[in-house]
């Protein structure tokens, strides 16, 4: 496999020669990138002698560029692995600067990047660097723990970098597990090769006056985990969002909606021409009978309040009723007897599939995880708790396994 290591400013830049000797030893090929600060603290050379390769530090040099341009380096690398990675490495790759060799590299790959954390334990421990650490996990970065001690600085605390054993032992596995997944990538795009999908997710709202709404705490998360990794397998997708804080590769045909009538009349326009919906929104229910235009003032003699609420179409089981339907699946969101609920609403929506979840328990709504038990009329298969990105790859696979998809 082809490492590229990239070397930021930190005392524990002298560990990083041992981490290219056991790379090199497990047969491994290491490109090193040091960055400025990291130069103060080691010598180019030492990284050259163990590596058998010339150290890149610059972006704009003639001689280095010649060899491999940088361009060409994020995309020869399997895995990045950059350790010491500095307080300060971490809010650039947050912020995407390109202002060095590194950070250009990181920003102009599609290859997994590791961290391994080095520096003073309050500098860990500070929300900022909390912060940047949390996003950038989130947008798939996978980061260490620092480990717990000394410090050279002299304190104690968390924030030095892992041993080299522990990052080397790390790496080969995560490399493992992305090749695994490269390879169930590779083997399930034929299946949604040029598929169309149109996809709901989020809530909906439904206004009772200029500043007031009834809503719910769906966050969409799992619906744009669904269109994201469709598309990523050659979906043409589209997606139906209600309001949602969440963004989307611009490649997907995004509409956004705020009400459960304006979530059905853009079904309505797009269901025709799909081979799949998927109905992951939440629409509410129901919608207040009036909307009122003016902010709904507090009567002072009034203790209780009535709303009177109409029923909103139920979009799902629209499309499921319609003769040139595509294959239809629903989701069934509860706190109890998940299973029983899903198997009767998959009925009653004359619905093809049915994803069930319960929610609450750190699952559903708001959370990171999600373990859906996907229910057809044949077959009921329950998914391990895992993200809503790896939900949603065990979703379409299970779709393409069926024979009258
Ligand atoms: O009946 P329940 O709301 O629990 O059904 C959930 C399923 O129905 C979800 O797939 C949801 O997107 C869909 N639904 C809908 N229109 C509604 C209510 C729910 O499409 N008005």
Redesign the pocket.
């Known amino acids: 496999m082809k490492i590229l290591l990239g070397v930021t400013g930190g005392i524990a830049a002298y560990k990083s020669l041992e981490l290219v000797r056991l790379f090199m030893k497990a047969g491994h090929q290491v490109q090193v990138v040091m960055t400025a600060g990291a130069k103060e603290f080691i010598q180019p050379l030492s990284f050259q002698a163990l590596s058998g390769n010339p150290v890149r530090d610059q972006l704009f040099d003639e001689n280095q560029e010649a060899g491999m341009g940088h361009i060409e380096l994020a995309r020869w690398a399997d895995l990045i692995v950059i350790a010491p990675c500095s307080a300060e490495t971490l809010a650039k790759l947050r912020m995407g600067r390109a202002d060095d060799l590194l950070m250009t590299l990181c920003l102009a790959t599609d290859r997994p990047i590791m961290l391994a954390p080095a520096m003073n334990r309050l500098m860990w421990s500070n929300a900022a660097t909390q912060e940047n650490v949390a996003l950038l996990q989130q947008r798939g970065f996978e980061i260490l723990t620092p480990a717990e001690g000394e410090q050279a600085c002299g304190e104690v605390g968390a924030g030095r970098m892992p041993e080299p054993e522990t990052i080397f032992s790390q790496a080969e596995r995560y490399l493992d597990a992305q090749q695994k997944n490269a390879q169930a990538w590779a083997e399930l795009h034929p299946s949604w090769q040029g598929k169309r999908l149109l996809i709901?997710a989020g809530p909906t709202f439904e206004d009772l006056d200029p500043v007031r709404f009834i809503g719910n705490r769906s966050s969409g998360k799992m619906g744009f985990a669904i269109a994201e990794v469709a598309h990523k397998l050659g979906a043409q997708v589209t997606l139906i969002a209600g309001p949602v804080s969440l963004s989307c590769s611009p490649d997907i045909s995004r509409l956004d909606v705020r009400s459960?009538q304006q979530m059905f009349e853009a079904v309505q326009s797009h269901y025709a021409q799909q081979d799949v919906f998927i109905?992951?929104?939440?629409?509410?229910?129901f919608r207040p009978a009036n909307q009122s235009n003016q902010k709904i003032k507090k009567r002072t003699d009034q203790d209780l309040m009535s709303l009177q609420l109409v029923k909103?179409?139920?979009?799902?089981?629209w499309v499921a009723e319609q003769a040139n339907k595509p294959f239809v699946v629903?989701?069934?969101?509860e706190t109890e007897n998940v299973l029983d609920y899903a198997q009767s609403?998959l009925k009653r929506?004359q619905l093809d599939m049915i994803c069930a979840n319960q929610v609450g328990k750190n699952l559903g709504f708001e959370s990171e995880q999600n373990a859906l038990t996907l229910v057809t009329r044949d077959a009921v298969e329950a998914l391990m708790i895992s993200s809503k990105k790896q939900q949603a790859f065990e979703l379409l696979k299970f779709l393409a396994s069926l024979h009258s998809f």
């Not at 909103?312 to 089981?317: L, T």
């Not at 629903?330 to 969101?333: P, S």
């Open positions: 709901t459960a109905s992951a929104a939440a629409v509410a229910d909103n179409p139920d979009i799902v089981a629903g989701f069934a969101a609403k929506k």
